[in-house]
């Protein structure tokens, strides 16, 4: 009942459209009554005008939209309708409405009742949307049966030509451009007026009437067993016989259901090509006239039988519906298609978005390490005049560390030669022990100097460790530049090998600066040695000579022997020895 209200509404719908003067999608409510009653005349349908007349009940006296109209075309008229009304004059109805306003003027190469049929295969075939339109498939689909049907060859070129110059802004042809498209003769040329008729008619028998197969066959009678020429016509579950094709004079009905069944026979009484029809009460004896058509009738007859036992439709209803839905799934892959190249799109736009934030991120990190490599290098670079500023300051400090030795050879020398002039008169040096001590004092100095220069020494070298260390973990947190930085750090690696050698440079001097240390500390126990004989005599003369030493850093404490003569243990030793002394006096 679904498919007959939809059939229906698409010959409707050209009416409605065909009231709607002005293309307002309105239709004055006087004009849906006379088209809601004409509808229920030809629909065989009850008129209930008070019906019509609550519905259409209100101050509003303007025109009814489409949407506004079809609940009382569903409710008061395709809900009721059964199927016992003539098609054919329910299409007329409707076309007879629309036509004048739509056919186009121009000449044509068909009649207007040949337009109408094309009108109602239009509206077999066209899709189940409005506004209504035929897709190409399903012109291709009617231009192939009605070249069949006139015995012409399909051009399959001249079709795939006219697709090309179709406009792409349309999805299909409406009823009235197919009619043009036909009637305009463009894929029939060659063909007269009544060929073309004749194909139109035989397309419609079979799509609109549901005409399996007709033509002419003899059939015996029941009575008076006398064979007579008939027009056969087999529809999906009945066989109609005419007494000619213009199916005007009907003599009679063959019901087929699915327990009947056809079957060939033998030749016999003079009558070939014979086949039988077995129905529940009734046989019929039929004769076709060759074997081709006797063949081809049994066949038709034994499908359609076969159709009524499956229960299925038409086989044009039933390539129609395929067709849809073959279209209905295409569109939905198409539509899926179209969604996941949507979703594709916005994924790739998502990942180019992200690729830009990576590349930004990567350019940032890349100024980034610019700069730090840009700071990193200025460090380096400070650190280099740092270091050649504190190896400029050592070798300051060498060279007046050996002024001062040399200084300090000058006045030993000096004190030799006065001890030389003074050794007669001083034998014994008592306070030789003190000397040594304050020599082993000097050399104590000394050694917190050289102490001073290692801790420097490791110093530099702790900074050094630690620049490397620094060079080494910027290396590692960069190692997707370290192709780019590798000539950088070779170069660094070059900087810190000339530094490592100016540190060893500066051990090796520091070494020869020991050495020289050690000279000078042997030269001062041999002046001890030599000088043990007088000390104690330069003791009674107290500061007739005193030596020339190096004092201490510690705070010095001043006796009668001068500044830094003893230390704070030897002081305190000596005036131990002089309490002694004093107590046991």
Same mark, same amino acid.
């Given at each position: 009942?679904?498919?007959?209200?939809?059939?229906?509404?698409?010959?409707?719908?050209?009416?409605?459209?065909?009231?709607?003067?002005?293309?307002?999608?309105?239709?004055?409510?006087?004009?849906?009554?006379?088209?809601?009653?004409n509808?229920c005349?030809v629909?065989?349908?009850?008129?209930d005008?008070?019906?019509?007349?609550?519905?259409?009940?209100?101050?509003?006296?303007g025109?009814?939209?489409?949407?506004?109209?079809?609940p009382?075309?569903?409710?008061?008229?395709?809900?009721?309708?059964?199927?016992?009304?003539?098609?054919?004059?329910?299409?007329?109805?409707?076309?007879?409405?629309?036509?004048?306003? &739509?056919?186009?003027?121009?000449?044509?190469?068909?009649?207007e009742?040949?337009?109408?049929?094309?009108?109602?295969?239009?509206?077999?075939?066209?899709? /189940?949307?409005?506004?209504?339109?035929?897709?190409?498939?399903?012109?291709?689909?009617?231009?192939?049966?009605?070249?069949?049907?006139?015995?012409?060859?399909?051009?399959?070129?001249?079709?795939?030509?006219?697709?090309?110059n179709?406009?792409?802004?349309k999805?299909?042809?409406?009823?009235?451009?197919?009619?043009?498209?036909?009637?305009?003769?463009q894929?029939?040329?060659?063909?007269? *007026?009544?060929?073309?008729?004749?194909?139109?008619n035989?397309?419609? &028998?079979?799509?609109i009437?549901?005409?399996?197969?007709?033509?002419?066959?003899?059939?015996?009678?029941?009575k *008076?067993?006398?064979?007579?020429e008939?027009?056969?016509?087999?529809?999906?579950?009945?066989?109609?016989?005419?007494?000619?094709? /213009?199916?005007?004079?009907?003599?009679g009905?063959?019901?087929?259901d699915?327990n009947?069944?056809?079957?060939?026979?033998?030749?016999? #009484?003079?009558?070939?090509?014979?086949?039988?029809i077995?129905?529940? #009460?009734?046989?019929?004896?039929i004769?076709?006239?060759?074997?081709?058509?006797?063949?081809?009738?049994?066949?038709?007859?034994?499908?359609?039988i076969?159709?009524?036992?499956?229960?299925?439709?038409?086989?044009?209803?039933?390539? *129609?519906?395929?067709?849809?839905?073959?279209?209905r799934?295409?569109?939905?892959?198409q539509?899926?298609?179209?969604?996941?190249?949507?979703?594709?799109?916005?994924a790739?736009?998502?990942?180019?978005?992200?690729?830009?934030?990576?590349?930004?991120?990567?350019?940032?990190?890349a100024?980034?390490?610019?700069?730090?490599?840009?700071?990193?290098?200025?460090?380096?670079?400070?650190?280099?005049?740092?270091?050649?500023?504190?190896?400029?300051?050592?070798?300051l400090?060498?060279?007046?560390?050996?002024?001062?030795?040399?200084?300090?050879?000058?006045?030993?020398?000096?004190?030799?030669?006065?001890v030389?002039?003074?050794?007669d008169?001083?034998?014994?040096?008592?306070?030789?022990?003190?000397?040594?001590?304050?020599?082993?004092?000097?050399?104590e100095?000394?050694?917190?100097?050289q102490?001073?220069?290692?801790?420097?020494?490791s110093?530099?070298?702790?900074?050094l460790?630690?620049?490397?260390?620094?060079q080494?973990? +910027?290396i590692?947190t960069?190692?997707?530049?370290?192709?780019?930085l590798?000539?950088?750090?070779?170069?660094?690696?070059?900087?810190?090998q000339?530094a490592?050698?100016?540190?060893?440079?500066?051990?090796?001097?520091?070494? $020869? +600066?020991?050495? $020289?240390?050690?000279?000078?500390?042997?030269?001062?126990?041999?002046?001890? &040695?030599?000088?043990?004989?007088?000390?104690?005599?330069?003791?009674?003369?107290?500061?007739?000579? *005193?030596?020339?030493?190096?004092?201490?850093?510690?705070?010095?404490?001043?006796t009668?022997?001068?500044?830094?003569?003893?230390?704070?243990?030897e002081?305190e030793?000596?005036?131990?020895?002089?309490?002694?002394?004093?107590?046991?006096?």
């Amino acid at each position: 009942m679904g498919g007959l209200k939809d059939e229906l509404l698409k010959a409707i719908w050209h009416a409605f459209t065909a009231l709607d003067l002005d293309r307002s999608g309105k239709v004055s409510k006087s004009q849906l009554k006379v088209l809601s009653h004409n509808l229920c005349t030809v629909l065989k349908v009850p008129h209930d005008p008070v019906a019509l007349e609550e519905h259409f009940r209100d101050d509003d006296e303007g025109p009814v939209s489409n949407q506004g109209y079809m609940p009382y075309l569903n409710k008061f008229i395709l809900e009721k309708v059964q199927d016992n009304f003539d098609k054919i004059e329910f299409n007329r109805m409707c076309w007879t409405l629309c036509v004048k306003k &739509n056919l186009t003027k121009s000449p044509l190469l068909i009649t207007e009742d040949d337009a109408f049929k094309v009108w109602v295969i239009f509206n077999f075939l066209s899709e /189940d949307k409005y506004p209504l339109i035929i897709v190409p498939e399903e012109i291709e689909y009617l231009l192939k049966k009605l070249t069949e049907a006139m015995g012409g060859g399909w051009q399959q070129e001249q079709f795939e030509h006219y697709k090309i110059n179709f406009d792409d802004n349309k999805d299909g042809l409406s009823a009235w451009e197919l009619i043009e498209l036909i009637g305009n003769g463009q894929f029939s040329k060659g063909m007269d *007026r009544q060929t073309v008729s004749m194909a139109i008619n035989e397309v419609f &028998n079979e799509l609109i009437l549901d005409v399996l197969k007709q033509g002419y066959m003899m059939k015996k009678g029941h009575k *008076r067993k006398n064979w007579t020429e008939r027009w056969f016509v087999l529809k999906p579950n009945i066989i109609s016989y005419y007494v000619s094709e /213009d199916l005007k004079d009907k003599k009679g009905d063959i019901m087929l259901d699915e327990n009947c069944c056809v079957e060939s026979l033998p030749d016999k #009484d003079g009558k070939k090509c014979l086949f039988l029809i077995k129905c529940f #009460d009734k046989t019929f004896e039929i004769s076709a006239s060759d074997k081709k058509k006797k063949q081809e009738w049994i066949q038709a007859i034994h499908s359609t039988i076969h159709l009524l036992k499956l229960g299925s439709p038409p086989p044009h209803k039933e390539a *129609r519906q395929r067709r849809k839905e073959l279209r209905r799934k295409l569109l939905a892959e198409q539509e899926e298609l179209e969604r996941q190249m949507k979703e594709l799109q916005a994924a790739n736009e998502n990942k180019q978005q992200e690729l830009e934030s990576v590349r930004k991120k990567l350019e940032e990190a890349a100024s980034r390490a610019a700069d730090e490599e840009k700071k990193r290098l200025q460090t380096q670079v400070e650190l280099q005049t740092r270091f050649s500023t504190e190896l400029e300051r050592e070798k300051l400090i060498r060279q007046q560390m050996e002024e001062q030795v040399a200084q300090k050879s000058s006045e030993l020398e000096q004190y030799l030669q006065r001890v030389r002039e003074l050794e007669d008169m001083y034998l014994k040096l008592q306070e030789a022990l003190e000397d040594e001590r304050q020599a082993r004092q000097d050399e104590e100095t000394v050694r917190k100097l050289q102490a001073r220069l290692l801790e420097e020494e490791s110093s530099k070298r702790a900074e050094l460790e630690k620049w490397h260390l620094a060079q080494q973990q +910027a290396i590692q947190t960069t190692e997707a530049e370290k192709q780019e930085l590798e000539q950088q750090r070779v170069l660094k690696e070059q900087a810190l090998q000339e530094a490592m050698a100016q540190l060893e440079q500066l051990e090796l001097e520091r070494k $020869q +600066a020991l050495e $020289q240390y050690e000279g000078v500390k042997r030269k001062l126990e041999m002046a001890t &040695n030599t000088t043990k004989s007088w000390k104690d005599k330069v003791a009674h003369h107290e500061g007739l000579i *005193r030596l020339i030493e190096p004092g201490s850093k510690n705070p010095h404490l001043i006796t009668n022997w001068g500044p830094a003569a003893f230390t704070q243990a030897e002081l305190e030793e000596r005036e131990k020895s002089w309490k002694e002394k004093k107590t046991t006096d």
